[in-house]
């Protein structure tokens, strides 16, 4: 009924919501930067399909009486002022943005995902779930450093920038939605909390060795 929708999960859904949108957004911003016209064709599927999960969670919203853009609406701030302060500077910083960028995101989501009711955690893990970006950038590049290594200590640092610049959003989300991070204080004692963010880092590890580059 309107009106009655858990505020923590209706927090998880907009702002996912607004990230789907804005995934949308900057893959369709990264295909007119696609050196090849093939390259141009994938990121314009995964576009659609970030897209399509942006219209799955609108479905729920509308289900649970929720407005779409109020939902979204405490989020932008955050999103627009990280977007601001990573605008990649050419192809690969952009790969590199949304592959370890979005993951870091998506690994904290999955995380409180598991706190939820069951229909709500997969309506979460389905939009989640990877477009085929992954292997996209990590094959192109490996490829470019294969080609000039001399770019693997670039992107490197521009990941941890990414990193530390997600990290302090992030903060900045917990500090304004007490609902939201409520989900991850029903964990538990801190302990738990801390092996939460320990596996987080972990995937991070893993996802810049696919990538050729040092964590």
Sequence with gaps: MPG?????????????????LTAFERMATDARMSPTLADKIALGRMAAAEFAHFEAIERELTRLGVDLEQ????FVPALTAFHN???PSDWLESLVKAYVGDNIAADFYREIAGRLAPQAR????????????AAFAVERVRAAIATNPVVAGRLALWARRLVGEALTQA?????????????????????????????????????????????
């Design 4 to 20: 009655t929708a858990d505020p923590a999960l209706v927090d998880l859904l907009g702002l996912l919501a607004y990230g789907e």
């Design 71 to 74: 939902a979204m609406g405490p």
């Design 85 to 87: 302060l990573t605008a």
């Design 122 to 133: 997969a309506l979460v893990l389905s939009v989640l779930a990877d477009t085929g970006h």
């Design 171 to 215: 903060q900045r989300v917990a500090v304004d939605r007490d609902a939201l991070t409520g989900l991850l204080a029903g964990v538990g004692d801190l302990q738990e909390i801390a092996g939460i963010f320990n596996r987080i880092m972990a995937a991070h590890g893993r996802r810049m060795s696919a990538l050729g580059l040092s964590a």
